[in-house]
């Protein structure tokens, strides 16, 4: 009886590894077709997702300096924005470049071995190492030229909100891609709203200059929270007194959970639904 119950055990766990193998061959295999495809279509897509943090970064430093400004919460305003921006772009190119993934990519759900989640998954990974290595580069480039960089203090703690974030957008954007498949408007509504979320963000404008009130308020938006604490952890910024890390992982939690839901009840009508 023992011997076989260790037989199916193991074979339980080989037909895991093989279908983890194909199951990450696939999502191998979309993502090079989903850079292959950008490139046809324009030489300079990657490029412009590359040079999109330091845009925003140009125009955000250009509006601080028309106040006169070079620091911002103790920090010299080229390093408070860069760090603001980085996390603020990993959620909102989350819930808007990966949700279309199913769609774009429908006629391969024909192969048996194709997931509706594969899709997501790649396309997840492509935006989110384009946005953080366009994230680094920038940061480095501007210790280059202005000779200013954040000191990182706690770099492991500033890792880990990262992880966090990127679980909280994976979930959202999973949700949205399941929902998004069925009803389109879902997804201009999100864009549409995606905009004011830089002002609400303290990406542009500090928290810690609004009214205690105010910073209240905010305090429920999970996006603010991870951007206040990764300058913390970043480069020594002091968090506003509303900061709560454990409402904002929490938050990550349930996204994933609720997207991960989500996707199981409806992966076969996703399928079906072509």
């Given at each position: 009886m023992r011997q076989g119950m260790v037989i199916t055990v193991q074979n339980g766990e080989q037909e895991f590894i093989r279908g983890l193998k194909r199951q990450s061959s696939v999502i191998m295999a979309i993502i090079f077709k989903e850079i292959k495809v950008r490139m046809r279509t324009s030489k300079f897509a990657i490029f412009y997702v590359l040079i999109e943090p330091m845009i925003y970064i140009l125009v955000i430093a250009a509006i601080r300096?028309?106040?006169r400004t070079t620091l911002v919460d103790g920090l010299h305003v080229m390093i408070w924005i860069p760090l603001g921006i980085s996390a603020y772009l990993i959620f909102t190119r989350s819930i808007s470049k990966v949700p279309s993934a199913i769609s774009r990519n429908a006629a391969l759900l024909d192969y048996p071995q194709v997931k509706p989640?594969?899709?997501?998954?790649a396309i997840f990974i492509i935006e989110m190492t384009l946005t953080m290595l366009a994230s680094t580069a920038t940061i480095f480039l501007i210790w280059w030229f202005?000779?200013?960089?954040?000191?990182?203090?706690?770099?492991?703690?500033?890792?880990?909100?990262?992880?966090?974030?990127?679980?909280?957008?994976?979930?959202?954007?999973?949700?949205?891609?399941?929902?998004?498949?069925?009803?389109?408007?879902?997804?201009?509504?999100?864009?549409?709203?995606?905009?004011?979320?830089?002002?609400i963000s303290s990406v542009i404008f500090s928290v810690h200059q609004l009214p205690p009130k105010v910073q209240g308020y905010l305090s429920w938006n999970p996006l603010l929270q991870f951007i206040e604490y990764f300058r913390h952890y970043a480069a020594g910024q002091q968090v506003f007194p509303e900061g709560d890390l454990v409402y904002a992982s929490l938050v990550s939690a349930v996204l994933l959970g609720i997207g991960s839901i989500a996707y199981y009840a409806n992966r076969y009508t996703l399928v079906q639904s072509r």
């Open positions: 300096y028309l106040f989640i594969d899709p997501v998954i202005v000779g200013v960089a954040p000191a990182i203090p706690q770099p492991l703690e500033a890792i880990g909100l990262l992880a966090i974030l990127l679980t909280g957008s994976f979930g959202a954007a999973l949700l949205l891609a399941v929902y998004g498949t069925f009803y389109e408007n879902i997804l201009r509504t999100v864009r549409l709203l995606n905009r004011p979320m830089i002002f």
